[in-house]
């Protein structure tokens, strides 16, 4: 997992499955954050689907938002060879907030 601490920290991981040392570094990313993004990714040959892994992360108390990440995290809408890190970061704050705001009037 990775993390960016600010105001606002992302961890990424596949969570396949969801270990109790992932949610205790969860939370510990969480102790220094006000929000914590966790974006699930997708490994080769997953146990879980997206879903189901994305759903138990969720569960967990230090988690604010979860996104399932796939190859677009790393290749596609966040982050390209102009961005700099703070402006991709923001960006990625923002599309898992519109995308919870949607999540939410649904």
Request: proline residues 3%; hydrophobic residues 50%; contains cysteine.
């Amino acid at each position: 997992m990775r993390a960016a601490c600010a105001r606002t920290a992302v961890a990424a991981g596949y969570f396949d499955p969801l270990l109790a040392q992932h949610a205790a570094r969860l939370a510990e990313i969480r102790a220094r954050c006000e929000t914590l993004i966790a974006v699930v990714l997708d490994p080769a040959s997953p146990i879980l689907e997206a879903r189901a892994r994305a759903e138990l992360v969720a569960a967990l108390d230090s988690v604010s938002y979860v996104v399932t990440g796939g190859a677009t995290l790393a290749h596609g809408s966040f982050f390209d060879e102009t961005d700099t890190h703070r402006t991709a970061f923001d960006r990625l704050v923002e599309h898992v907030r519109e995308r919870h705001r949607t999540a939410v009037a649904v």
